[in-house]
């Protein structure tokens, strides 16, 4: 049962620490009064996930409960005292974003006067049973239930009758009782964007080239970087290179390419299907990677500077009627030469170079790094068509991935284009989905392996 003044009910920041204590949450509110958060006895809470944060008014902290039945046990009910009778138009459930865990599926709602005789359900159905981990997604919703008609009471329970996994477990991020149609909590927000404050979104350079390709080429300055942040210099149809910064002082080199094979379990891949690694450079670490899709990946530390400008190659050519070899080179700026970092096989059915993109990429995503900025210069590109001509690319399609926040820009720059991401950012310099372009590349590189 949770136990808020009407006053705070729409508005509820914990201030202290709560104290578990028979079931009981207790927590000091701003005026000094307490809320009190009861759940049934059979659903104790799993934790710190005690049930005061599903009232905290803060999304991202959680109620999490785990029925001492078992997955057989099929109902868990939470409950607000609103402090005293009051007209009630409905509700906002929020479930918790990046995991479907204790997610609630069918739902009913009941009131009370007293806490003892209900009256209902006043609302039922199931909520939204949509889910994505990693990207806010339109098509995942929290739930504002608006009553047929408003209701009279001080108690207003939501009973979860099921949940997406039935693993004997509920949990919740916010459930607020609407006392005001006009204005009520989270009324202009959506689960999109409020997931899309974990990181900042990912910004893409999509360049004009050639339909296909035997090598691409780019230089990239990296202008601003936090720890999580990926500048991805040379994207292209099954495979990208680029450079890192992880976090305590370390940063490195990435090149990877995928299976063709789809899915995420990199040990359920065929072995005729898998990425075969061709090479390996001095001090690379070469080893398979899964979770978003699976492949051959490569990386070696390098301690790359803000300002440095760092040079990528990738290059590609048949091996075989059915596989391509794609090679990667990085420059080493402090030996002055190339360095292979190493070579893959994939099933391409050898096709060459398609799609040659570049991105900026937040994947620290702990809600604080979307605050940070993230910048790079991506310049002097050039492609090796099928012909066997250079080209330089001069203009790039500007697209992010799918968080709806709008703190990201791009635009042209000497030589070249810049990529930015993170709060504080504006969209001022080209329309996201617009053409970039950029007046001349710098000279075509003589040195390329």
Same mark, same amino acid.
């Given at each position: 049962?949770?136990?808020?003044?009407?006053?705070?009910?729409?508005?509820?920041?914990?201030?202290?620490?709560?104290?578990?204590?028979?079931?009981?949450?207790?927590?000091?509110?701003?005026?000094?009064?307490?809320?009190?958060?009861?759940?049934?006895?059979?659903?104790?809470?799993?934790?710190?996930?005690?049930?005061?944060?599903?009232?905290?008014?803060?999304?991202?902290?959680?109620?999490?409960?785990?029925?001492?039945?078992?997955?057989?046990?099929?109902?868990?009910?939470?409950?607000?005292?609103?402090?005293?009778?009051?007209?009630?138009?409905?509700?906002?459930?929020?479930?918790?974003?990046?995991?479907?865990?204790?997610?609630?599926?069918?739902?009913?709602?009941?009131?009370?006067?007293?806490?003892?005789?209900?009256?209902?359900?006043?609302?039922?159905?199931?909520?939204?049973?949509?889910?994505?981990?990693?990207?806010?997604?339109?098509?995942?919703?929290?739930?504002?239930?608006?009553?047929?008609?408003?209701?009279?009471?001080?108690?207003?329970?939501?009973?979860?009758?099921?949940?997406?996994?039935?693993?004997?477990?509920?949990?919740?991020?916010?459930?607020?009782?609407?006392?005001?149609?006009?204005?009520?909590?989270?009324?202009?927000?959506?689960?999109?964007?409020?997931?899309?404050?974990?990181?900042?979104?990912?910004?893409?350079?999509?360049?004009?080239?050639?339909?296909?390709? =035997? +090598?691409?080429?780019?230089? *990239?300055? %990296? &202008?601003?970087?936090?720890? #999580?942040?990926?500048?991805?210099?040379?994207? !292209?149809?099954?495979?990208?290179?680029?450079?890192?910064?992880?976090?305590?002082?370390?940063?490195?080199?990435?090149?990877?390419?995928?299976?063709?094979?789809?899915?995420?379990?990199? =040990? +359920?891949?065929?072995?005729? *299907?898998? %990425? &075969?690694?061709?090479?390996? #450079?001095?001090?690379?670490?070469?080893?398979? !990677?899964?979770?978003?899709?699976?492949?051959?990946?490569?990386?070696?530390?390098?301690?790359?500077?803000?300002?440095?400008?760092?040079?990528?190659?990738?290059?590609?050519?048949?091996?075989? +009627?059915?596989?391509?070899?794609?090679?990667?080179?990085?420059?080493?700026?402090?030996?002055?030469?190339?360095?292979?970092?190493?070579?893959?096989?994939?099933?391409?059915?050898?096709?060459?170079?398609?799609?040659?993109?570049?991105?900026?990429?937040?994947?620290?995503?702990?809600?604080?790094?979307?605050?940070?900025?993230?910048?790079?210069?991506?310049?002097?590109?050039?492609?090796?068509?099928?012909?066997?001509?250079?080209?330089?690319?001069?203009?790039?399609?500007?697209?992010?991935?799918?968080?709806?926040?709008?703190?990201?820009?791009?635009?042209?720059?000497?030589?070249?284009?810049?990529?930015?991401?993170?709060?504080?950012?504006?969209?001022?310099?080209?329309?996201?989905?617009?053409?970039?372009?950029?007046?001349?590349?710098?000279?075509?590189?003589?040195?390329?392996?």
């Amino acid at each position: 049962m949770f136990c808020l003044t009407r006053d705070n009910v729409l508005s509820l920041a914990v201030a202290a620490a709560m104290a578990l204590t028979g079931g009981c949450a207790v927590s000091a509110l701003k005026d000094g009064s307490k809320a009190v958060v009861v759940c049934e006895s059979n659903w104790p809470s799993l934790g710190k996930h005690l049930p005061g944060n599903a009232v905290d008014g803060d999304w991202r902290t959680a109620w999490r409960a785990k029925s001492a039945k078992g997955a057989s046990d099929a109902s868990c009910a939470l409950t607000l005292d609103l402090g005293g009778r009051a007209k009630i138009f409905g509700f906002v459930y929020i479930p918790v974003p990046y995991s479907d865990a204790g997610r609630i599926g069918d739902y009913r709602i009941d009131v009370s006067d007293d806490g003892k005789k209900w009256t209902g359900p006043v609302a039922s159905g199931k909520f939204p049973s949509y889910f994505s981990r990693y990207w806010p997604d339109r098509k995942e919703k929290m739930s504002k239930v608006l009553f047929g008609e408003p209701v009279t009471a001080r108690y207003l329970k939501l009973t979860a009758l099921s949940t997406l996994k039935k693993n004997g477990t509920v949990a919740l991020a916010e459930f607020r009782a609407i006392l005001d149609p006009a204005d009520y909590p989270w009324k202009k927000e959506t689960l999109a964007r409020l997931k899309g404050t974990r990181m900042a979104p990912s910004v893409h350079l999509w360049y004009k080239t050639p339909r296909t390709s =035997k +090598a691409y080429y780019v230089e *990239v300055i %990296v &202008k601003r970087s936090v720890p #999580g942040s990926y500048f991805m210099a040379v994207g !292209f149809a099954g495979g990208y290179f680029g450079i890192q910064e992880l976090g305590k002082g370390k940063k490195r080199v990435l090149f990877s390419v995928w299976d063709s094979h789809k899915g995420n379990n990199p =040990k +359920a891949v065929p072995q005729d *299907v898998r %990425v &075969k690694n061709l090479f390996r #450079g001095e001090g690379v670490t070469v080893r398979r !990677f899964g979770g978003e899709g699976t492949g051959g990946q490569s990386f070696f530390p390098y301690d790359w500077k803000i300002g440095e400008r760092c040079r990528f190659l990738v290059k590609a050519e048949p091996d075989g +009627a059915e596989r391509t070899a794609y090679a990667a080179y990085f420059y080493l700026n402090n030996e002055k030469r190339w360095k292979e970092v190493a070579a893959f096989s994939t099933s391409a059915k050898g096709k060459r170079l398609r799609g040659f993109y570049s991105f900026v990429e937040d994947f620290k995503r702990d809600f604080k790094s979307f605050e940070r900025i993230r910048k790079a210069e991506f310049l002097n590109v050039w492609t090796l068509g099928g012909d066997g001509k250079w080209r330089p690319s001069l203009s790039a399609r500007f697209s992010r991935d799918g968080n709806p926040n709008v703190n990201i820009d791009a635009g042209p720059v000497e030589n070249g284009f810049f990529l930015e991401s993170g709060d504080g950012t504006e969209n001022k310099t080209v329309k996201l989905g617009s053409w970039v372009k950029t007046e001349k590349a710098g000279p075509r590189p003589e040195d390329l392996p």
